[in-house]
C-alpha cells in the first residue's frame, strides 16, 4: 500500500486568494488523482494528475481554476484559484499503485474554509 | 456511464446491532467494487473488495458480496461497536479510466 500525505491539513482563506496544497506519497504512484467534496457531500473527482503533462479535468472543472502540477511519480499540487465561499471544501490527494485491482490510496484530505 | 446508488443515511443503531448498508450500481463491463470508510475528521480507508461476481470481501468484521445479476453490493456486519460510527461509501473501478465512481455515502451513528 501507499501512504499518502497532504498539506496544509486545513486552512482559512479569504475569498480572492489562492492556496496550494501538496501531495507527497511515499512510494511510487502509476495514476493520482484529486477529488472534492464538499460538506455533507460524496467526492467529486476533480482531474487525473499525469506526470509531465497538463493534467486531465473532469466536467465543471478548468486548469484556470485548479491548476495541478506533477513533476514526478511522487509528488503533485493542487491550487485552488481566486476562491469563493464556494470553495469551502475537503480536497483529497489520491494515488493508484501497479498490480493492484483499481483500488486508490487516500490522502487525510484538505480542509479548506473561505471566508 | 458508471454510477453507484447508496441507501441515504444517518443509519442510527444501538450497539452489537446487525448493519446492512445497500449498495447497487451501473456500469459497462465488469467493475471492481470497493467500500471506503471515512471516520470523523479523516481522510478515506479502503474497507474492503471484490473483483468479480460472487466474490466476497471481507475485513474488521464487515462483509459484501458482489451480486452481478442484481448489480449489488451490500455491506453487512453482525454486530456493530460504536467505534464503527463513520461515512461509508460505495464505489466502482470500470479499469476503463483508473478512477473511482462513488456513491452518496452512508452515515453511521452507533449508540452505546
Known amino acids: 500500500s501507499a501512504v499518502i500525505s497532504q498539506k496544509p491539513s486545513r486552512d482559512i482563506c479569504q475569498r480572492g486568494t489562492s492556496l496550494t496544497i501538496q501531495c507527497q506519497v511515499d512510494?511510487?504512484?502509476?495514476?493520482m488523482f484529486w477529488y472534492r467534496q464538499q460538506p455533507g457531500q460524496s467526492l467529486t473527482l476533480i482531474a487525473t494528475?499525469?506526470?509531465?503533462?497538463?493534467?486531465?479535468?473532469e466536467s465543471g472543472f478548468v486548469i484556470d481554476k485548479f491548476p495541478i502540477s506533477r513533476p514526478n511519480l511522487t509528488f503533485s499540487t493542487l491550487t485552488v484559484s481566486n476562491m469563493s465561499p464556494e470553495d469551502s471544501s475537503i480536497y483529497l490527494c489520491s494515488g493508484r499503485t501497479s498490480g493492484l485491482t483499481g483500488e486508490l490510496f487516500f490522502g487525510e484530505g484538505s480542509r479548506l474554509t473561505v471566508l | 456511464g458508471n454510477s453507484v446508488t447508496q441507501m441515504e443515511g444517518p443509519v442510527t443503531l444501538s450497539e452489537e446491532a446487525f448493519l446492512t448498508i445497500n449498495c447497487t450500481y451501473t456500469?459497462?463491463?465488469?467493475?471492481?467494487l470497493f467500500w471506503y470508510v471515512q471516520y470523523p475528521g479523516e481522510g478515506l480507508q479502503l474497507l474492503l473488495k471484490a473483483t468479480k461476481a460472487d466474490d466476497k470481501g471481507s475485513n474488521k468484521g464487515f462483509e459484501a458480496t458482489y451480486r452481478k445479476e442484481t448489480t449489488s453490493f451490500h455491506l453487512e456486519k453482525g454486530s456493530v461497536q460504536v467505534s464503527d460510527s463513520a461515512v461509508y461509501f460505495c464505489a466502482l473501478n470500470n479499469n476503463a479510466g483508473n478512477m473511482l465512481t462513488f456513491g452518496g455515502g452512508t452515515r453511521l451513528m452507533v449508540k452505546p
Open positions: 456500469a459497462t463491463g465488469y467493475p471492481s
Open positions: 494528475a499525469n506526470q509531465g503533462s497538463e493534467a486531465t479535468y
Open positions: 512510494s511510487q504512484v502509476t495514476m
